[in-house]
């Protein structure tokens, strides 16, 4: 029987694993993010409980209206999951109907259900912040509600792109 070399084995599988797992961390502290949907505010886009893959957000400059973000809110004080309506310096107007207006033009919002009618609200995005609403429009606690319905473009963390739970859901998010 060979006697076990420890240099080769340390070599041959120790140095490996560890530059693999060092690799691991890296990508999953800067690249991408395992994000927790604990609540229906997303409905049907996102189902409670779903557990998303989305890519860390460095250059805020470059958030695109109509796609999903996580991000920090201070004044919850908990990491919320929201689609992007209102960019920098624009005006966000929803109506009773429970249409929403960017500078006086209906936006098309497809992914909207349970559209909350009676609710309405003129919003003045600052520069340098957003403005996220949720899907399920009479199940989410977004930006109309808050104290401060306005993100700082720093406490957006990242944009949700896949679905890796539920199963049933697994894809790309649309």
């Known amino acids: 029987m060979e006697k076990l070399d420890f240099k080769k084995f340390v070599r041959g599988w120790v140095l490996p694993l560890a530059a693999e797992v060092v690799a691991l961390l890296l990508i999953f502290n800067f690249v991408i993010n395992i994000t927790y949907v604990p609540t ?18 460095y250059d805020t400059d470059h958030l695109e209206r109509g796609n999903i973000y996580s991000f920090q809110s201070d004044e919850l004080e908990k990491t919320l999951i929201k689609r992007l309506v209102g960019l920098p310096g624009e005006t ?29 609200g003129t919003f003045t995005v600052p520069e340098g912040c957003y403005f996220f609403l949720g899907d399920n429009r009479s199940g989410s606690s977004d930006a109309r509600v808050w104290e401060n319905p306005y993100i700082p473009g720093d406490d957006v963390m990242s944009r949700a792109v ?11 998010l649309k």
């Open 40 to 57: 229906g505010s997303m409905i049907p886009t996102i189902e409670e409980h779903s557990v998303l893959l989305s890519m860390r957000v």
């Open 92 to 120: 966000v107007r929803i109506e009773e109907s429970g249409d929403v207006y960017i500078n006086d033009v209906l936006l098309a919002e497809p992914y909207v259900v349970n559209q909350e009618v009676g609710y309405t």
């Open 162 to 172: 896949f679905t890796l739970f539920p199963l049933g859901d697994f894809g790309i």
